[in-house]
């Protein structure tokens, strides 16, 4: 594998148990995976179609998009629109990529009988933080109203350090409860959750037994496997996005 920061790595002629792996950690990520190999294609939806076996590049989006193209022309052969949940699995000897929407319901199936090549990145465009802002005006959007993060919201600090790492917003609800938040500015997975939960953790080990603390991701959306691991976890969500410029 080489990697290239945090949420970037490659992987070349993988076995699909490594590039299931890999496939899976970008799409908690909320990283741009694409993958290349000899593939067949299904779509079943308002209509039904199939690309029989060929070399194909799959490209799977943060936000939800899947596209499929050839070698030729500028537009994919198949694809499913943003709002997707993307999966992945080994199903009797082929790596199947799976792009599912419920309204409608549609499925786009790409079964690789080979990969060539799996790549996950972390992708910044200028055109998406003109459009989104930064966690750093998150932060001070909430800062400036806190009553957005919930009615008796008091910051009382940012930055603060845990052995975890450092806490983007630290504060009290209205009933004197510690508050965690954590922020994103993009839609986040299971990555996002851990990251909280370790603060968290962190927080308590810091302070007496006895203090109840709450965990808040901030972030536009959270995939569902996100959202469940919150609920396991005991953590709450709320959705706020950085200010457009």
Known sequence: ???????????????????????????????????FGRCR???DGRATSTLGPGDRHVMLKPDGAALVHTDEGQ???????????????VVDGEFVVESERSSPDELLSIAFESLAH????????????????????????????????EPA?????????TPAGAIDI????????????EL??????????GQLDRYVQALGRDLHDEAEIRGILVAPSVTDRARELLAQKGLEFVSLAPPEE
């Open 1 to 35: 594998m080489t990697t290239h920061g945090d949420a970037t790595a490659t992987l070349s002629d993988p076995d699909f148990d490594a590039a299931g792996d890999l496939v899976e950690r970008g799409i908690d990520a909320g990283a741009l995976v694409t993958l």
């Open 41 to 43: 294609v299904d779509y």
């Open 75 to 89: 537009q994919p052969v198949n694809w499913q629109p943003p709002g997707c949940e993307h999966a992945v699995r």
């Open 118 to 149: 799996v790549g996950v990145f972390d992708v910044t465009d200028a055109t998406d933080l003109s459009l989104t802002g930064t966690e750093a005006d998150l932060r001070e959007r909430i800062l400036d109203d806190p009553d957005l993060l």
């Open 153 to 161: 919201f008091t910051p009382l600090a940012t930055e603060r350090s």
């Open 170 to 181: 630290y504060g009290e609800d209205g009933d004197g409860r510690t508050v965690v938040v």
């Open 184 to 193: 994103k500015r993009r839609r986040v997975g299971p990555d996002a959750v």
